[in-house]
Every structure is written in structure tokens, then in C-alpha cells.
């Protein structure tokens, strides 16, 4: 069973970059879609992005980190990562990252992002 591992998080001032990184490794990684959700205090857990199996081809963005967030994958490296420009003290959360295949869901423990000057 896949355990998803995120790392990357951090305090950053408005305005800066972080990448946030998951590693899930499986020798069937590269058929897993992968995406990125996050919780803020007080608030229900929110999909981020996500992309499709393989090349990872296929992207879609919450409309709060359009332009902002990037997701991607390393297919060789059993990664999966969130690239966030432009962070914003709404950004401030507690990020997840999710793996699924064939209907099952793995998720992570999570990685806390902090946005503050």
C-alpha cells in the first residue's frame, strides 16, 4: 500500500515561493493520478490541483491558485510536486497530497504552509 510523504512547507512572506513535494513510491506510480488539496484552520479540507496518470498531460486548478500553483510529476523519482508563486496569507494551510488508483485513495500527513509578513 502507498503511503503518500509530503515535505516543503514553510513560513514565507506575501509574495514569495515555496515547492511542496510528495513522494509515493510504487513501481506503478506512474498510473496513479495525483493531487494536491489543502486545510486551513477552521475550514473543510479544499482540492488544489490535480493532474492525470502518466505523463501527467492533464492539469486542473481551484480558481483561487489559477496562474499561482503548478502542479507536476517525476514519474522516475515517484514524485509528485506543487510549485506555489505569488503566496498569499489565504495560501496559509495545511497541504495534502492524495494518490489514486483504481478507485482507491492514499493520502498524506500533510505539510503546513504559512503565509505572513
Known amino acids: 500500500q502507498v503511503q503518500p510523504v509530503e515535505s516543503g512547507g514553510g513560513l514565507v512572506q506575501p509574495g514569495e515561493s515555496l515547492r511542496l513535494s510528495c513522494l509515493a513510491s510504487?513501481?506503478?506510480?506512474?498510473?496513479?493520478?495525483g493531487a494536491w488539496y489543502r486545510q486551513s484552520l477552521g475550514k473543510q479540507r479544499e482540492w488544489v490541483a490535480s493532474?492525470?496518470?502518466?505523463?501527467?498531460?492533464?492539469?486542473r486548478y481551484a480558481d483561487s491558485v489559477k496562474g499561482r500553483f503548478t502542479i507536476s510529476r517525476d514519474n522516475a523519482k515517484n514524485m509528485i510536486y506543487l510549485q506555489m508563486n505569488n503566496l498569499q496569507p489565504e495560501d496559509t494551510a495545511v497541504y495534502y497530497c492524495?494518490?489514486?488508483?483504481?478507485?482507491?485513495?492514499?493520502w498524506g500527513q500533510g505539510t503546513q504552509v504559512a503565509v505572513s509578513s
Open positions: 492524495n494518490v489514486e488508483l483504481r478507485g482507491n485513495n492514499f
Open positions: 493532474l492525470s496518470s502518466g505523463s501527467g498531460e492533464y492539469r
Open positions: 510504487d513501481h506503478l506510480f506512474s498510473a496513479y493520478t
